[in-house]
């Protein structure tokens, strides 16, 4: 494991796409205590006040993970952020929202963002992208729902400690898959709303639907109240 801190980046997803990825090292950390413009799911900004919280992008060289299988990538991913928050041993629930925000108590504190390269059927590289809210206490108006270790704990945190100790519950997970340890029935456990009828947008409309689980692809699947099947992706579901 390597960290590469930087003072500040516009983002270090941004950073990582312009590497020639083959000649970095599985397991390699680029670090930025602030990043300018940092990226977010579905093209949105990624909001964190500089030197406040955890904004890192990992460089992974899953080659063993078939290409149609890269959604195991985001389920590990997911299952060690949450082992990594369950440490704090918050009274407050600890979920993963589909695909793979982290929400504590109804609300976010983590945020990833996955790009892969591929090679044939195999990946040859991920930037997996992290985002985590640690000492920030107050948020613009527009970020939606969100929480941070210092609101939940009451006290500020080092991060660089706190980053390896992160790292360290990745590099579990990702062994894990590497040895063939499928993390689907942990991630499904720990999904928000699995199983309970729940309001979302669906396309166009407002429909009450129950997650019955995710497909090979990563595709959210839902049983609506009306007998429906839907199987959802990124765009076309939002909770409400
Ligand atoms: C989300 O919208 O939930 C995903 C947020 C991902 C944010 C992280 S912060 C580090 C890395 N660099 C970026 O520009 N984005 C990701």
Request: net charge negative; hydrophobic share 40%.
């Amino acid at each position: 494991m390597q960290i590469v801190r930087f003072d500040s980046l516009e983002s270090t997803n941004k950073y990582c796409e312009a590497l020639d990825l083959a000649e970095v090292g599985d397991f390699t950390c680029y670090w930025a205590l602030e990043q300018t413009a940092g990226i977010g799911q579905r093209g949105n900004h990624w909001e964190a006040a500089p030197g406040m919280n955890l904004t890192f992008s990992l460089v992974l060289h899953p080659a063993f993970l078939p290409a149609d299988r890269q959604f195991k990538l985001t389920q590990a991913l997911s299952l060690a952020l949450s082992d990594f928050l369950s440490f704090f041993n918050f009274q407050f629930s600890i979920r993963i929202k589909w695909p793979n925000d982290i929400y504590v108590d109804g609300k976010k504190i983590c945020g990833t963002l996955v790009s892969t390269r591929l090679a044939g059927t195999q990946i040859t590289s991920a930037v997996c992208g992290i985002g985590l809210n640690v000492n920030q206490t107050e948020f613009p108006y527009w970020v939606p729902n969100p929480t941070s270790l210092a609101l939940l704990t009451g006290r500020g945190f080092d991060l660089e400690p706190l980053l390896r100790q992160l790292l360290g519950c990745i590099e579990r997970r990702y062994d894990d898959l590497k040895n063939g340890l499928d993390p689907e029935p942990e991630y499904l456990e720990r999904l928000l709303n699995i199983g309970v009828p729940a309001r979302y947008k669906y396309n166009e409309e407002e429909i009450t639907a129950t997650i019955t689980g995710v497909d090979p692809h990563g595709r959210l699947l839902l049983t609506a109240g009306d007998g429906r099947r839907l199987s959802c992706g990124m765009k076309e579901i939002v909770l409400l």
